[in-house]
């Protein structure tokens, strides 16, 4: 396939098998999982960082494949072909959404590998997630906005906030620091993702009650009802929780 979804089936399958110990359901899709990971490897790493990015065919179905269609995070056009036999490119941009869960997948696989007991595997696995972490601690910080943000290839950021610059939470890859500064700047401010400290929405105007738009409320392109671009959707919110949730926090 030249096109994918955000890997989060090893996470899912984790926290089933957590639940109810049914080795069996590891031992049968562990293997596709692995396959999911080493095509993320191959096919989805852009230099000169070497971290993940978006492709496909084109510009569009880059966008398609973050899950995330018309998000302002890729208005405008910054992607390459990268294989001129068939066509296929990535963007030009190191997606720090789509990279953490790809750091995330690949901890929970080398959890899911030990419990098959296929150490080898697994020992492989951490060492490819703490490389995704450490690189996504190192280049996608951004100082300025206190939060982790996607950069271009060319070193540039670009600010335009949503829900998954949270997501490096997942694997604990930003320090307690980081991820105090990422709550007080943005989770918990009203002009922007409007969660509110006791969950009881205590302030929030109806443009942003709910909290937690699929863009921060002051991004020039938010509409409070605007598909990606302003509504409130559970998967990210799933994964803003499980970020905070992590043990590291």
């Not at 990015?53 to 569009?60: E, H, N």
């Not at 002009?191 to 009650?209: E, L, Q, V, W």
Request: proline letters at 5%.
């Amino acid at each position: 396939s030249t096109q994918s979804q955000p890997p989060v089936g090893s996470k899912v399958l984790l926290e089933m098998y957590r639940r109810y110990r049914d080795l069996w359901l590891v031992e049968l899709l562990l293997d596709d999982l692995l396959d999911w990971s080493g095509w993320f490897l191959e096919e989805r790493t852009l230099p000169p960082l070497n971290m993940t990015a978006l492709g496909g065919d084109d510009m569009q179905a880059a966008r398609y494949e973050s899950g995330l269609d018309d998000s302002p995070m890729y208005d405008g056009h910054f992607f390459a072909v990268t294989d001129n036999k068939t066509g296929y490119g990535l963007m030009q941009m190191y997606d720090v959404g789509m990279a953490s869960m790809v750091a995330m997948s690949d901890a929970c696989l080398a959890e899911l590998a030990d419990a098959a007991g296929r150490a080898d595997t697994a020992k492989v696995l951490r060492a490819r997630s703490a490389d995704a972490r450490a690189k996504i601690a190192a280049h996608l910080w951004d100082e300025q906005s206190g939060i982790f943000v996607n950069r271009l290839a060319t070193g540039r950021f670009r600010r335009r906030i949503t829900p998954t610059s949270f997501y490096p939470m997942l694997s604990g890859i930003a320090t307690v620091g980081r991820a105090e500064s990422m709550l007080r700047g943005w989770l918990l401010n009203a002009s922007r993702f409007c969660i509110t400290p006791k969950g009881d929405f205590a302030g929030n105007d109806d443009t942003c009650y709910w909290g937690l738009p699929s863009v921060s409320a002051d991004d020039p392109a938010f509409p409070p009802l605007g598909y990606w671009r302003g509504y409130v959707w559970g998967p990210m919110a799933l994964l803003t929780y499980w970020g905070l949730s992590h043990e590291a926090y």
